[in-house]
């Protein structure tokens, strides 16, 4: 037990690290001020879980009770400053910590939905806001339609898909196999739909 | 009893299909994905009520509690999209399902207010943002300044009209009796005005 | 004690009536009809205080339980909708009130933090929110990039400042004493910024 909260913990780390960068280098784009990255980056990586919170009542929102998250975000920004010509070349391996982040926010959301006995089709929707909102909410405040709704990758379309496997899972392997399942759909299915470069059908 | 009940409960949906309608309509002028489309339809429909209900703390709010909502909206994108082109020639129908729609969700937000034993003024103003904030919720997410905000028509304004007019008759005939007339005044005041074309006059 | 009350009440009017202004002259720069500059108006007034309460979960947040400050909104709006070339004149004035409104407003939502129980990294983070995000939701109505992330001018900073005062003080001289150390240092470091024009450095 104590070995999986480890790993969790390991992988939501790696996923706000992931989440702030994208985050940085989207605000350095848009030519913001030192406090505007840091909004930017912020907002990215803990928009997603705090549009959750306050749309179920889980206030004061999780990065409230913790000032962990907002360190490891300050420390992120001041890091990617620094390094950001070099960082700019792993854009690959940020792409695969981003998706290991995605599948577990969304398992998290889901997770969330349940404590608050909510619908399974409610549920897939949490996990979906928590793993891509963050992008919305740093795509509204830079003054751009969210590249969520019409770059045609398959992103939210991951996370519904790994919330979908959640609760067919569930009831014959338990809540935490599928919790392990999901997470893993979304983010393998993000990263070779990515690496194939999959898209949504036109309209 | 009943049968108020069920009424109320058909002009409802007919407002979540008017206002998911204008949403798939404003998405795909935007070149919006299917996600896309989906996220916007189900932000004008519910987005007035949902912040309604973060504002007052009515959480999980209203279409958390409901897969309903959900199915009612996922319902109506997939008909709005395949008959997309007859649909277009039926602007002043959902001109008056829209209208219609206002003044429910006016007398909801005002309901809802008076339960939290909030005063008339605020009451009134969670009814127009019950009403009409769905659409400015909308308009950010597609990168327009709301048009709420600067087309002169009177839409928010058929909110506050139908909200005084609630105030100023509860007392004398009920609360069944003002809503009806409140939710009356609200959709026939936006009919006539959109009709008539008549404007908020220029600053 | 009574005086001390009423002085903060007084100054936290005039932030209100600051903000306000502020507002209306940002939504009548946009042509925005009169319903739009009294949203913008009270948004730019009471939008950081709402997302402060939302975040933490001090629902009906603050400005639906008094019709008090709606009405001064109100009546602000109107005198400077009929006053506006002559207070066009008044650009000095209006940033001291609004000085004195961030700083008051910043320790605000310090003391809700910690009514609250949350951390002092997160208390000034809560300050800072309810002295800037007011701004930052009129510039997103607006269709702007915030300006409080890309101006370089010394906004949001100050707010850090003073609430890095209020945790440095408060427990040599209490809490009282540390809010009105504070609550100056964020004015005065803002008015003082302003008049030196100093900035935050380039990235």
């Known amino acids: 037990m104590t070995s ?26 848009k030519k913001l001020d030192m406090f ?16 959750r ?4 009542g889980a206030t004061p929102v999780a990065w409230l009770k913790d000032t962990h998250t907002l360190s490891i975000i300050l420390i992120t920004v001041v890091i990617t400053l620094l390094l950001r010509k070099r960082i700019g070349n792993f854009q690959r391996t940020l792409m695969v910590f981003d998706a290991l982040g995605l599948g577990l926010f969304t398992v998290i ?29 740093r795509d509204i405040l830079l003054n751009h339609i969210p590249a969520l709704f019409h770059v045609k990758e398959l ?27 999901a997470a893993s759909v979304v983010s393998s299915f993000r990263i070779i739909s990515y690496l194939r470069k999959w898209h949504l059908p036109s309209l």
Chains 1, 2, 3 share one sequence.
């Open 109 to 137: 959301g889901i997770q969330k939905g349940i404590a608050y006995g909510l619908s399974p089709g409610v549920c897939v929707a949490l996990g979906t806001i928590t793993g891509c909102f963050g992008g919305v909410v």
């Open 155 to 181: 992103y939210a379309t991951t996370c519904i898909a790994g919330g979908t496997v959640y609760f067919l899972t569930t009831g014959a392997l338990g809540p935490e196999a599928a919790q392990v399942i």
């Open 36 to 51: 505007g990255v840091l909004v930017i980056a912020f907002v990215t990586s803990v928009g997603g879980g705090t549009v």
């Open 4 to 29: 999986i909260a480890t790993f969790t913990s390991v992988i939501e780390t790696l996923g706000i690290i992931a989440f702030a960068m994208s985050g940085v280098f989207a605000a350095l784009a």
């Open 53 to 56: 919170d306050m749309l179920i």
